[in-house]
């Protein structure tokens, strides 16, 4: 058995007292670390962030369309007479939708985010939609639009978020409210 002196142990445990709560600290943080790192993609432990977190480009948390952009300032970017918004929310699927209509619930649109599945849905449209898409430039990571009748459909990625605006007639008025809606997520 080492035998220390009565002062060392003053000593000795004035420096474990200080040194400790540190070590464990950063060993519980070194830990989970590593924890997110060898989980699956996907996995609970691979996506546990801060509320809000962006990392990578997705969106930790719930979003409200509606809220985020609100019915005056879409109908301002449309030039169309939208006064109602209804969100349709998939919490399951994190695909969060905004509903826009005229007050007779006659025309609308939608803008929808998709934050689970964001790059796989918007490389299966992409797929879908073909020759059919045009590519445009300066709106997130990727984007494109398309027709549907006499309405177009814009396609954004950024990182692995799809914003998604159809019903509008003009490309240049969906690229404004995707580009209103993102840097608030």
Same mark, same amino acid.
């Given at each position: 058995?080492?035998?220390?002196?009565?002062?060392?142990?003053?000593?000795? *445990?004035? %420096?474990?007292?200080?040194? $400790?709560?540190?070590?464990? =600290?950063? #060993?519980?943080?070194?830990?989970? !670390?590593? +924890?997110?790192?060898?989980?699956?993609?996907?996995?609970?432990?691979?996506?546990?962030?801060?509320?809000?977190?962006?990392?990578?480009?997705?969106?930790?948390?719930?979003?409200?369309?509606?809220?985020? *952009?609100? %019915?005056?300032?879409?109908? $301002?970017?449309?030039?169309? =007479?939208? #006064?109602?918004?209804?969100?349709? !929310?998939? +919490?399951?699927?994190?695909?969060?939708?905004?509903?826009?209509?005229?007050?007779?619930?006659?025309?609308?649109?939608?803008?929808?985010?998709?934050?689970?599945?964001?790059?796989?849905?918007?490389?299966?449209?992409?797929?879908?939609?073909?020759?059919?898409?045009?590519?445009? =430039?300066?709106?997130?990571?990727?984007?494109?639009?398309?027709?549907?009748?006499?309405?177009?459909?814009?396609?954004?990625?950024?990182?692995?978020?799809?914003?998604?605006?159809?019903?509008?007639?003009?490309?240049?008025?969906?690229?404004?409210?995707?580009?209103?809606?993102?840097?608030?997520?």
């Amino acid at each position: 058995m080492v035998r220390i002196a009565p002062r060392r142990w003053t000593w000795v *445990l004035a %420096v474990v007292a200080c040194v $400790a709560p540190v070590a464990c =600290s950063s #060993t519980a943080s070194k830990s989970a !670390d590593r +924890a997110r790192s060898a989980a699956p993609v996907g996995s609970s432990a691979d996506t546990a962030s801060a509320p809000g977190d962006a990392q990578g480009g997705g969106v930790r948390h719930p979003v409200n369309v509606c809220t985020l *952009l609100p %019915v005056a300032t879409v109908a $301002a970017v449309t030039s169309e =007479s939208l #006064t109602v918004a209804r969100e349709n !929310d998939d +919490a399951a699927y994190q695909n969060y939708t905004c509903g826009y209509y005229t007050t007779d619930g006659g025309s609308g649109l939608t803008v929808s985010v998709s934050t689970l599945q964001g790059a796989v849905g918007y490389n299966n449209a992409l797929q879908n939609d073909g020759s059919r898409a045009t590519p445009i =430039s300066g709106v997130g990571d990727k984007a494109y639009s398309t027709t549907s009748g006499s309405s177009s459909v814009v396609r954004s990625l950024f990182g692995s978020v799809e914003i998604n605006v159809s019903g509008v007639v003009s490309v240049p008025a969906s690229e404004t409210l995707i580009r209103r809606l993102q840097p608030k997520l």
